[in-house]
């Protein structure tokens, strides 16, 4: 099978909303970023960051080859703006998760529509990994203290609670998309607080809006799936 046909395989498994939102947003990212004259490396790092999030909902496992790039560029991002946090996270944590996640995926794919199977937690489980994750969000909260990054109360949970959705993601857990929503209401806060301050990343702040809606949209999707397999 070449590309071209390979690609048209796969666009039958997106319904009618997923195949018009997504050029749609991609084009506005590239207008807006362009009207604000946006950084170029956030402009690209919204695009992955988008395609790899809906690529993500539909259990795709080339999501994660997309998400290398984004997660990449991200940390970049991260470190001009002083999030500290966010920087270590994308890089010491996201990147390395990419390349589990290819495996981890591969191991429980659907061969028929080519997507993974979905799963969700336990109540033992939901409040164990809570418990870890308020811990591990608490310790970050103080090192960003140290080290004089900005808004370290914003920047170490969404650091800590990014871990959690990640890991929640590798396992193919509906529950990430609880966490999700949780971590892009505060992303797109810290990073509108970015903005009004002058920072030109206008594209990041719209990739977090995206990823907002998109978690949204895919807890539902998901939670169909578990729930009539």
């Not at 966490?179 to 892009?184: K, L």
Request: with cysteine.
């Amino acid at each position: 099978m070449n590309f071209f046909n390979y690609i048209k395989s796969e666009i039958k498994f997106f319904n009618s909303y997923e195949r018009i939102f997504y050029p749609i947003v991609i084009i506005a990212v590239i207008i807006i970023s362009i009207l604000t004259k946006d950084s170029k490396i956030a402009l690209i790092s919204a695009i992955c960051g988008i395609t790899y999030t809906l690529f993500a909902g539909k259990g795709k496992v080339y999501c994660y080859y997309i998400g290398l790039t984004g997660t990449f560029l991200y940390c970049l991002i991260a470190y001009k703006n002083g999030f500290y946090g966010n920087m270590a996270l994308y890089g010491l944590y996201f990147f390395p998760m990419q390349i589990i996640g290819i495996f981890k995926w591969k191991q429980h794919l659907n061969k028929e529509k080519n997507e993974i199977y979905k799963t969700k937690l336990n109540n033992k489980e939901r409040i164990i990994y809570l418990i870890i994750t308020a811990l591990v969000t608490f310790i970050i909260y103080e090192l960003l203290k140290l080290s004089g990054g900005k808004n370290p109360v914003m920047d170490s949970f969404v650091t800590g609670f990014s871990v959690l959705g990640q890991f929640l993601t590798v396992k193919r857990c509906i529950e990430q998309w609880y966490i999700w929503s949780i971590v892009n209401l505060v992303s797109v806060i810290m990073w509108l607080i970015a903005c009004i301050n002058g920072a030109h990343y206008y594209a990041t702040l719209i990739m977090w809006l995206i990823y907002l809606i998109l978690g949204f949209y895919f807890y539902f999707k998901w939670k169909k799936e578990i729930e009539n397999p």
